[in-house]
């Protein structure tokens, strides 16, 4: 798996993407993290929005598999 770098965080916003394609985006970027955190910044129980921000700290540092590839 590519390990996720701080050049695709600036194309999140200009995706437009399914829930499916989101979970595996995010899961990757958190997988690539060293430190990651959520908040909920709003929530509408009536409609069900909601507005969670992300944080974290993306790791790179490279691994021996990703140097060889």
């Known amino acids: 798996m590519a390990k996720f ?4 965080v ?3 916003e200009s995706c437009a993407a399914s829930p499916l394609s989101l ?3 995010f899961g990757e970027m958190i ?3 060293t430190r ?3 908040k909920v910044e709003a929530m509408n129980p009536e ?3 909601y507005q969670v921000v992300l944080r974290g700290t993306l790791d790179t540092e ?5 140097e060889e590839e």
């Open 47 to 49: 409609t069900g929005e």
């Open 23 to 25: 979970n595996a985006i």
């Open 10 to 12: 600036q194309s999140l």
């Open 62 to 66: 490279e691994t021996e598999w990703e």
């Open 31 to 33: 997988l690539s993290s």
């Open 36 to 38: 990651a955190w959520a």
């Open 5 to 8: 770098n701080i050049q695709d």
